[in-house]
């Protein structure tokens, strides 16, 4: 069984479309992650929900919307893409870790997306 | 300016060979965290650490915080091919939900 299932796993696009890319995962966790990975394989925060609720919200364009229907579920959507956005993007989840002291984090497979 | 500094950035050596990967910061950590990325995946958890000076093992690997909560080390004995792939540090500040992953390091054990 799939931990944490993202979709489409690859991506290529014209400049300026818009696209989404979806994450669910099994695990019963509150909290999902939309991590961006560039070609440097630097690995950065983008959003984070728990429960539903948006609870970090980095500085990305605001092109980039989440939205997360319910707790299994975390969607991103990208308007007007730009060539700059290529990149990987993955998805992750946790269970809420007590005094800053972090659960695991279980990352899907990876969304690669190219805009051409 | 990286939080987190990985060094070396590249590491490519022997099978057999000891090696040793540094994740720094001038930051307080509550936690750090140790990954490792194959290729086409995405990051695996392969152990957390939150007490300064707290060592730990997980077969061939040894992971040590640093007493002051600003660093840590990951050791690999006797590599083995296996062992390839991306390891990033992540670090977790009190009462935050982010995670600040650090820059990487790219290990490449040739058989």
């Known amino acids: 069984d799939t931990a944490v299932s993202q979709t489409p796993k690859y991506l290529v696009t014209q400049m300026g479309n818009d696209k989404s890319i979806k994450c669910e995962q099994n695990?019963?966790?509150?909290?999902m992650y939309w991590y961006k990975q560039d070609s440097k394989k630097f690995l950065k925060i983008m959003f984070s929900?728990?429960?539903?609720?948006?609870?970090i919200n980095e500085t990305v364009p605001n092109r980039f919307s989440p939205k997360s229907p319910d707790k299994a579920h975390l969607n991103l959507h990208i308007n007007s893409l730009e060539l700059g956005d290529s990149a990987v993007y993955f998805c992750?989840?946790?269970?809420?870790?007590?005094?800053?002291?972090?659960?695991?984090?279980?990352f899907g497979p990876g969304t690669r997306l190219l805009v051409l | 300016t990286q939080l987190l500094e990985q060094s070396p950035q590249f590491l490519s050596i022997q099978e057999g060979e000891n090696l040793t990967v540094y994740c720094n910061s001038s930051s307080v950590f509550s936690s750090l965290q140790w990954y490792r990325q194959e290729p086409g995946e995405g990051p695996v958890l392969l152990v957390t650490?939150?007490?300064?000076?707290e060592v730990k093992k997980l077969k061939r690997l040894t992971f040590q915080f640093g007493d002051a909560r600003k660093d840590s080390s990951l050791h690999i004995t006797a590599a083995q091919p296996g062992d390839t792939g991306l390891y990033l540090c992540a670090g977790s500040f009190a009462s935050s939900y982010k995670l600040i992953f650090g820059s990487g390091t790219r290990l490449l054990v040739r058989p």
């Open positions: 695990l019963g966790h509150d909290t």
């Open positions: 650490v939150v007490t300064g000076g």
């Open positions: 992750a989840s946790s269970q809420e870790g007590v005094g800053g002291v972090w659960e695991t984090q279980y």
């Open positions: 929900y728990n429960n539903k609720e948006l609870i």
